[in-house]
């Protein structure tokens, strides 16, 4: 399958992924999805949904042991945004506009399983949540819910510059 009209390596490997025969996979489009130890698990794109494991190494741990917030954070916006590019067509994106995350419970060392969902996918804007748990338990220790702004590509304009969403 030809990704030529694929800016975003996140939602050429999620393509592939849902084209694909349902293997998991490692998640390796991004050197921070690389570093948190991402497999992609599952995808569907009638639901608009994802789960993915991370195994976050040591260098993401804070001086008591768990894992840092912005990390955990990071992870359900991995689940989050992956599940809005479920939906989206080849050339379209998105980018991150607000999300909240509710860290209900220490992060201890371990694999994780995050499951994003979209809420809503209007033309503009994705609404998503996502949950984080321990692997091999239901406990959740965090959540997540985002906005997400729609667009056309992520390349840079002819000016060198970001485009504007």
Same mark, same amino acid.
């Given at each position: 399958? /030809?990704?030529? *009209?694929?800016?975003?390596? $996140?939602?050429?490997?999620?393509? $592939?992924?849902?084209?694909?025969?349902?293997?998991?996979?490692?998640?390796?489009? +991004?050197?921070?999805?690389?570093?948190l130890?991402?497999?992609?698990?599952? !995808?569907?794109?009638?639901?608009?949904?994802?789960?993915?494991?991370?195994t976050?190494?040591?260098?993401?741990?804070?001086?008591?042991?768990?894992?840092?917030?912005?990390s *955990? #954070?990071?992870?359900? $916006?991995?689940?989050?945004?992956?599940?809005?590019?479920?939906?989206? #067509?080849?050339?379209?994106?998105? &980018?991150?506009? &607000?999300? &909240?995350? +509710?860290?209900?419970?220490?992060?201890h060392?371990?694999?994780?399983? #995050?499951?994003?969902?979209?809420?809503?996918?209007? /033309?503009?804007? #994705?609404?998503a949540?996502? /949950?984080?748990?321990? $692997?091999?338990?239901?406990?959740?220790? !965090?959540? /997540?819910?985002?906005?997400? &702004?729609?667009r056309?590509?992520?390349?840079?304009?002819?000016?060198?510059?970001?485009?504007?969403?």
């Amino acid at each position: 399958m /030809s990704h030529s *009209v694929l800016l975003n390596p $996140d939602h050429a490997l999620i393509r $592939d992924f849902l084209a694909g025969d349902g293997t998991p996979r490692p998640f390796d489009a +991004n050197p921070l999805a690389r570093g948190l130890g991402t497999h992609l698990l599952a !995808a569907d794109a009638r639901e608009g949904s994802v789960t993915l494991a991370f195994t976050p190494g040591p260098q993401f741990l804070q001086g008591n042991g768990c894992v840092q917030g912005g990390s *955990v #954070a990071a992870m359900l $916006d991995f689940a989050l945004a992956l599940a809005v590019l479920t939906r989206l #067509a080849p050339g379209q994106s998105h &980018s991150t506009v &607000s999300f &909240s995350v +509710n860290l209900l419970r220490p992060t201890h060392v371990g694999r994780y399983i #995050a499951r994003g969902r979209i809420e809503r996918l209007g /033309s503009r804007l #994705a609404f998503a949540h996502a /949950s984080l748990a321990l $692997d091999g338990t239901e406990e959740l220790v !965090a959540t /997540s819910t985002g906005v997400m &702004s729609l667009r056309e590509g992520t390349q840079a304009g002819s000016s060198g510059r970001p485009a504007v969403i």
